[in-house]
T-cell receptor, first 117, second 114 residues
């Protein structure tokens, strides 16, 4: 596709439910990042994939958060037993290579807004 | 500890005026400083960026000023237009083993009044 596509755009979950958020990066992009953006805050790094390898998951807030990119393209962020503090916009970004933030070539999707009741 | 501090939180500027947003950082290992623009319901998009060996970078109406010794950098928007109304984030990158991650400030909501 022309850009990074995320789905669903909006998700409402009851506390304790599991959710899965999907990211379709730009075709051919090697690097994929997940960020969490709370209301009125800047995005915060969650995890990084280079192709199918998850090289950095230091930003995942708890073991309830899990991300995968099994074939090096589409990625899924899964949140188990959701809590109210998980409510946020989850942004996916892709780039052609791992060094791309230095060249300005990091492309963000529109995000998935999760609301946990 | 917030590694990139941004101010002001919100800003109202009249059309044609200059918008100024400031950021300060702590980690001297940061090696690239981009600014992102975000419209409601959209993802952030790169606006302009600077390396720490340069004191100023200008692209059209947007200018970054960088002060390495003070660990501060700022975004100036000249001749601000209503279409510039958005949230602006400063950021800094840290190179890890073959990849880099972005650390964002908390954002500045800019409103340019007609």
């Amino acid at each position: 596709g022309a850009g990074v596509s995320q789905s669903p755009r909006y998700k409402v979950a009851k506390r304790g439910q599991d959710v899965a958020l999907r990211c379709d990066p730009i075709s051919g992009h090697v690097s994929l990042f997940w960020y969490q953006q709370a209301l009125g805050q800047g995005p915060e790094f969650l995890t990084y994939f280079q192709n199918e390898a998850q090289l950095d998951k230091s930003g995942l807030p708890s073991d309830r958060f899990f991300a995968e990119r099994p074939e090096g393209s589409v990625s899924t962020l899964k949140i188990q037993r959701t809590q109210q503090e998980d409510s946020a916009v989850y942004l996916c970004a892709s780039s052609a290579d791992g060094d791309s933030p230095h060249t300005g070539e990091l492309f963000f999707g529109e995000g998935s807004r999760l609301t946990v009741l | 500890q917030q590694q990139v501090k941004q101010s002001p939180q919100s800003l109202i500027v009249q059309k044609g005026g200059i918008s100024i947003i400031n950021c300060a950082y702590e980690n001297t290992a940061f090696d690239y400083f981009p600014w992102y623009q975000q419209f409601p319901g959209k993802g952030p998009a790169l606006l302009i960026a600077i390396r720490p060996d340069v004191s100023e970078k200008k692209e059209g109406r947007f200018t970054i000023s960088f002060n390495k010794s003070a660990k501060q950098f700022s975004l100036h928007i000249m001749d601000s237009q209503p279409g510039d109304s958005a949230t602006y984030f400063c950021a800094a990158t840290l190179m890890n083993s073959g990849y880099s991650t972005l650390t964002f400030g908390k954002g500045t909501m800019l409103l340019v009044s007609p």
